[in-house]
């Protein structure tokens, strides 16, 4: 292992306070400058399938996560009409834990920034990176307030429109749309609705899923030639994109909570590898897909981890980086492509939609194995 190293990571989001989590618990003297000035984040609710939950556990977070979410086992999807038409019922990897948990975004972010503070990472709200100049030893970075400071290591997990990728990969290009748009909103969970469903109609899908005794994330993701992309209360406009569909529909859509809004769904992949000089990028920055597997933020929490654990193995940070790049590259490609692929299906069904299915259950398997 090379010696602890100081690590600035830009970012306060999942990827960026599972990463500072475990940096530090490997024995790193870490920093986070988050450019908000909370680490609250955007979006309602979040699907943590099974690997994810594994990296928790990992990090002794996972019973936490489970205390404030909702467990799911089966995923049921269904026609318009509210019949459904297949189960899967994904594997558990951690005894004593369920297969996946439904939990608020913002009570994850709340548990993720109580175990980053117990450890006392300093956290610079309200700030960004202004310049980043990077070699072979380090990187000296200026910051938004005006003050400077040299890392040996500078984690880009700033999101989609990551500052870091613009500044250190100004050739990578801007995220594509994907011909999709996304209606999020919350509703109270009825008592009998306790599992996962996702209703594909034409031209749209609708999903339900409970992330709290009291509460379930509701999501409407609809083929929009344009990017829909609008702020405001939006709960009415939801409510209209989910008429016509059955099974549990209608009731929650007649008790959607204010708030609803409407984001459209993009990704980006850059190319391998994600580091230059001493600049990583992790999470949305590096690897941002949309949402059709359930595995954005879930990739995302494994980041840290990995790049925790090959710091730890390997003799210098160069070797760390390229051997973290061995480990998440792949994996990376793997939930951007299917996801776009499911994404494509959604909006030109194929004759055989029997496809769809497979390929969710062959890459949520690939998933399961070991990170």
Wanted: aromatic share 6%.
């Amino acid at each position: 292992m090379p010696q602890a190293q100081r690590i600035l990571v830009v970012g306060g989001g999942p990827a960026g306070l599972t990463a500072a989590l475990a940096l530090t618990r490997a024995g790193h003297d870490v920093e986070i400058a988050e450019i908000e000035s909370t680490l609250a984040p955007a979006g309602i609710g979040v699907l943590l399938q099974n690997s994810p939950l594994r990296a928790l556990h990992s990090l002794g977070l996972a019973e936490e996560t489970l205390a404030h979410g909702w467990p799911h086992g089966p995923v049921h999807r269904a026609a318009m009409n509210g019949h459904v038409f297949d189960t899967a019922n994904p594997p558990s990897l951690v005894p004593g834990l369920p297969p996946s948990i439904g939990i608020s975004r913002r009570v994850l972010a709340d548990i993720l920034a109580r175990a980053v503070g117990r450890t006392g990472v300093r956290i610079r709200v309200e700030t960004t990176v202004d310049a980043i100049s990077s070699d072979a030893d380090g990187a000296l970075v200026r910051f938004s307030t005006g003050d400077s400071d040299r890392f040996d290591l500078v984690v880009g997990a700033d999101g989609i429109n990551s500052r870091v990728r613009h500044l250190v990969f100004p050739d990578v290009g801007e995220p594509a749309y994907a011909g999709q748009s996304i209606w999020r909103g919350r509703a109270p969970r009825p008592r009998e609705l306790s599992e996962y469903f996702m209703y594909h109609g034409r031209g749209s899908k609708v999903g339900l899923v409970a992330i709290s005794e009291e509460h379930l994330y509701a999501y409407v993701v609809v083929d929009m030639p344009e990017p829909g992309h609008r702020r405001g209360d939006l709960t009415d406009e939801m409510r209209a994109a989910m008429a016509g569909y059955g099974g549990w529909v209608p009731e929650i859509a007649a008790t959607l909570e204010p708030g609803a809004e409407l984001r459209a769904l993009n990704a980006l992949l850059v190319d391998d590898p994600w580091f230059r000089g001493r600049v990583l990028l992790i999470g949305d920055a590096a690897h941002a897909t949309t949402p059709h597997i359930s595995y954005g933020l879930g990739i995302a929490v494994e980041d840290g981890i990995v790049l925790a654990d090959e710091l730890t193995r390997a003799e210098t940070v160069d070797a760390a980086l390229s051997a973290f790049m061995a480990r998440r590259f792949e994996r990376a490609r793997m939930v951007v492509d299917s996801s776009l692929q499911l994404s494509k299906w959604e909006q030109h069904p194929p004759e055989d939609m029997s496809v769809y299915g497979a390929l969710v259950g062959r890459t949520l398997g690939a998933l399961a194995q070991p990170i």
